[in-house]
Structure formats: C-alpha cells, structure tokens
C-alpha cells in the first residue's frame, strides 16, 4: 500500500515538472524604458510559476501585469528582504503548456543629471536596470533596442542585431546581471503647468502662498477599471510628496481644488523644515491635480540688515521633482521700500518686472519684484534671487496712524448706531 501512494506521488510530481521555460526579455523607450517579459513554459499539470526580480526595482514597477490568451493571470508578490528580492508566484490555468506575458514599466530609477534643461530640448536620463529575472532552469534573451541611448555599460558582452538593437543571451541566469544606460527622452516623469509664488516680506514675519495647477504624473497611463484594492500592484503612484521649505515655517495651510485638506504637516530641524503634503487621491499614470500652499517663516531666516539696507535672499527653487512649464516668483516688499539691487543667475529663460501695488491703510505702494521662469527643470536649480532695499521709517508711521484712525472711526459708528437702535 505505502509502495502504490509513493508510486502515485512520483507520478504527480513528474506530472508537475517544468519541461521547457525559456525568458525573452524586450527593453524599449515609450518614451521611458519599458520591460516586457515574455514566457514560454512547458510542462504537465502546472499550478503556479515562480521568478525573482530585485526588490528595489519591484518597488518601483507600475502596472505589474501577467495575461495568457487574453486573461489576467493571479499573481502574488512575496518580498523577501534578507535577500534584498521578491518572488512573484502567478497561478496558471491546469493545462499542459502554457505562454504568458508580464510587462511592467518602471521610472524612479531615472535620475535626470543636466543642471539645466529647457521643454524644448531632449533630456538626458541615466538609467539602471538587471537584465533577466531569476527562475529555476531557465533560458533567457534580453534585446535591447537602442532608441535614443548614448552610451551603455554592462558585465556581459552583446551581439548586434541590425543597426538599432542589441542581444544578450541566451544564457542560464544563476544571478543578477545589470545594465547601465543614458538615454535621451522629450518628456519628464512628474510635470508643472503652473506655479506662482508669492513671498509677502511683512514687519515680523515671512508669509508665503503657492498655487500648484496640474500636477501630472507622465507615468504609464492606468489600462483598466481602476480598482482601491489593488494599489499593491498597481506600482508606481504618487501617494504623497515633501518638498524643503525655510527652517523654521509653521501655521501651514493646505487646500487641494477639491476642498480644505488638513492633514500636511511641516516637520522642523535645526537647519531646515520639510512640508509633506498628501493629495486627496494617489496619482496614477495619467492622473493630476492642483493645489495651493501657505506657510510663514522668521523673517530673520531671508532677511538681514547691512548698515542702512536689507538684504533679502530667496531661493528661486520650488522643490518639486519634475519639469515646470511656468513658474511665477513674487516678492512683495514692505509699503514705501525703495529697492537699490536685484540680483540673481541670468537665464535665457527668467522674465524679470517690477511694479508697485496699492496697499491697505497706507498711500505708499508696495513694490512687487516678479520673475517668470519658463519652461525649465527646476530639480537641481540653486539659483538664489537676493534683492537689496531700504525701509521707509514714514511709511510705517503712516500705516499705523490710518490704521488707528479707521479702527477708531469704526468704534465710533458701532457706538453711535447701537445708541440710535437703543433709543
């Protein structure tokens, strides 16, 4: 009897034996690198397949798709940190052979090394990626179609195929390989229509307002039902962002065009504050949204005195990833002030106006200076706006007299009115 069950069990696991399991790895740019992984699977009776991908590329996929004869396969993603991987297990149809596909696209591996770049002109991107994923006895091929890529580096040597693509393999991967690549693309991941921001210089204290509009993310475009249930594997969405404001901000105040949000929060340190904001719902491939952000700050953070002027230093970077198409940048300095420089990195693609804007309780304008900045990438910008001016003490007098006459003036009339209505 135990002979016939062990008979029996051996049959079963033959049954379960892979017979035939060859990878085709295909890497090409729409506009960012795209991975698409083809198997062909031979065998009796399988239930499920398993391969191993890094775990720090797994954490950056979207869309991690598996399909055989139009149907999306189940799959399960195990993270095994210990060996810095994941395994992916996918269910299979009970059939004798099986092909499917998987496909994912990742792209914060993408690391944008110009320092200045405009809309009009291609990006350079340095890009890093393994070139099979590991599964028992198997046979893979990478192709590598060139696109737009300047130089390559990698541990294995490939053979051409014609003039645009270049093979690796077949070879049996036992571990990791990677390769490293620049390559030029049109388009960034995360892009700005619009931002204004407007630094208020008042008598104590910095205040600053940003308007956000149509924060995208260019990632791959979600291509079915979206689903609350499966952000795990749906990949790459913005969740949430933090940018670096002054040290020292506090009293933020976030709302999304959709309404007040209350739950960004500023975290403080000696040399710096970060702001993290949420939007009301993560950004899929395709998806935006706009906002606006308020905050104040010491005024002693920008600005200081030199003898009988002060010096305002502002840094020009908002400090979002991505591309901005139009950036506004206003400093409104205090009624009366008299500006004597402005200085800051002359760009081809900075606009520069200074006017004055009435102010409330005073007849001394505020002089406004505001840069336009277009189309540019602003993630490594460090350029510095520094403005030079000078109080007037007379404006502030002035201010606090009307101030104090228009509130009293009100006081008055409040009195005389509940005195008639009494009466």
């Given at each position: 009897?135990?002979?016939?069950?062990?008979?029996?069990?051996?049959?079963?696991?033959?049954?379960?034996?892979?017979?035939?399991?060859?990878?085709?790895?295909?890497?090409?740019?729409?506009?960012?690198?795209?991975?698409?992984?083809?198997?062909?699977?031979?065998?009796?009776?399988?239930?499920?397949?398993?391969?191993?991908?890094?775990?720090?590329?797994?954490?950056?996929?979207?869309?991690?798709?598996?399909?055989?004869?139009?149907?999306?396969?189940?799959?399960?993603?195990?993270?095994?940190?210990?060996?810095?991987?994941?395994?992916?297990?996918?269910?299979?149809?009970?059939?004798?052979?099986?092909?499917?596909?998987?496909?994912y696209l990742h792209i914060d591996a993408l690391e944008n090394y110009p320092k200045e770049r405009s809309l009009s002109e291609k990006y350079k991107f340095l890009?890093?990626?393994?070139?099979?994923?590991?599964?028992?006895?198997?046979?893979?091929?990478?192709?590598?179609?060139?696109?737009?890529?300047?130089?390559?580096?990698?541990?294995?040597?490939?053979?051409?195929?014609?003039?645009?693509?270049?093979?690796f393999g077949p070879y049996e991967p036992t571990e990791f390989k990677f390769i490293k690549y620049h390559f030029q693309s049109s388009l960034h991941p995360m892009?700005?229509?619009?931002?204004?921001?407007?630094?208020?210089?008042?008598?104590?204290?910095?205040?600053?307002?940003?308007?956000?509009?149509?924060?995208?993310?260019?990632?791959?475009?979600?291509?079915?039902?979206?689903?609350?249930?499966?952000?795990?594997?749906?990949?790459?969405?913005?969740?949430?962002?933090?940018?670096?404001?002054?040290?020292?901000?506090?009293?933020?105040?976030?709302?999304?065009?959709?309404?007040?949000?209350?739950?960004?929060?500023?975290?403080?340190?000696?040399?710096?504050?970060?702001?993290?904001?949420?939007?009301?719902?993560?950004?899929?491939?395709?998806?935006?949204?706009?906002?606006?952000?308020?905050?104040?700050?010491?005024?002693?953070?920008?600005?200081?005195?030199?003898?009988?002027?002060?010096?305002?230093?502002?840094?020009?970077?908002?400090?979002?990833?991505?591309?901005?198409?139009?950036?506004?940048?206003?400093?409104?300095?205090?009624?009366?002030?008299?500006?004597?420089?402005?200085?800051?990195?002359?760009?081809?693609?900075?606009?520069?106006?200074?006017?004055?804007?009435?102010?409330?309780?005073?007849?001394?304008?505020?002089?406004?200076?505001?840069?336009?900045?277009?189309?540019?990438?602003?993630?490594?910008?460090?350029?510095?706006?520094?403005?030079?001016?000078?109080?007037?003490?007379?404006?502030?007098?002035?201010?606090?007299?009307?101030?104090?006459?228009?509130?009293?003036?009100?006081?008055?009339?409040?009195?005389?009115?509940?005195?008639?209505?009494?009466?």
């Open positions: 009897m135990v002979g016939v069950i062990l008979l029996l069990f051996i049959v079963y696991c033959c049954h379960a034996t892979i017979t035939k399991n060859q990878v085709e790895v295909n890497i090409d740019f729409t506009p960012f690198p795209k991975r698409t992984m083809e198997f062909f699977v031979e065998g009796e009776q399988l239930k499920q397949y398993h391969f191993t991908l890094p775990l720090n590329e797994s954490l950056q996929m979207t869309q991690f798709t598996c399909i055989e004869n139009d149907k999306e396969l189940q799959f399960e993603v195990v993270a095994k940190p210990e060996n810095k991987t994941i395994e992916v297990i996918v269910d299979l149809p009970d059939q004798q052979k099986n092909k499917f596909t998987c496909k890009f890093t990626t393994h070139l099979c994923p590991l599964s028992d006895h198997i046979k893979c091929t990478t192709l590598f179609n060139l696109g737009s890529t300047q130089s390559i580096a990698t541990s294995i040597k490939p053979t051409t195929e014609g003039s645009s693509r270049l093979k892009t700005y229509d619009r931002i204004q921001k407007v630094v208020n210089i008042n008598e104590n204290n910095i205040y600053v307002h940003m308007e956000i509009d149509d924060m995208k993310n260019n990632g791959a475009v979600l291509n079915k039902e979206f689903n609350r249930n499966d952000f795990n594997y749906e990949g790459i969405y913005l969740k949430d962002f933090s940018m670096e404001v002054e040290v020292n901000a506090y009293n933020l105040e976030y709302r999304d065009s959709t309404g007040l949000i209350t739950t960004g929060h500023l975290i403080s340190r000696p040399k710096s504050t970060t702001l993290y904001l949420p939007p009301r719902y993560p950004l899929l491939g395709g998806w935006k949204t706009s906002f606006e952000v308020n905050y104040n700050y010491p005024l002693d953070v920008s600005v200081q005195q030199i003898n009988e002027q002060k010096r305002l230093a502002i840094p020009l970077k908002v400090d979002f990833k991505g591309i901005v198409s139009n950036e506004e940048v206003d400093i409104v300095l205090p009624e009366g002030a008299t500006i004597t420089s402005i200085n800051y990195p002359k760009r081809s693609y900075i606009e520069e106006t200074i006017y004055n804007q009435p102010s409330f309780g005073t007849y001394y304008k505020k002089p406004i200076v505001r840069l336009i900045l277009k189309e540019v990438d602003m993630s490594d910008n460090t350029d510095i706006l520094e403005i030079y001016y000078k109080e007037n003490p007379a404006a502030k007098r002035t201010k606090s007299i009307i101030v104090a006459f228009l509130t009293s003036s009100i006081i008055i009339i409040f009195l005389l009115y509940a005195k008639i209505i009494n009466n």
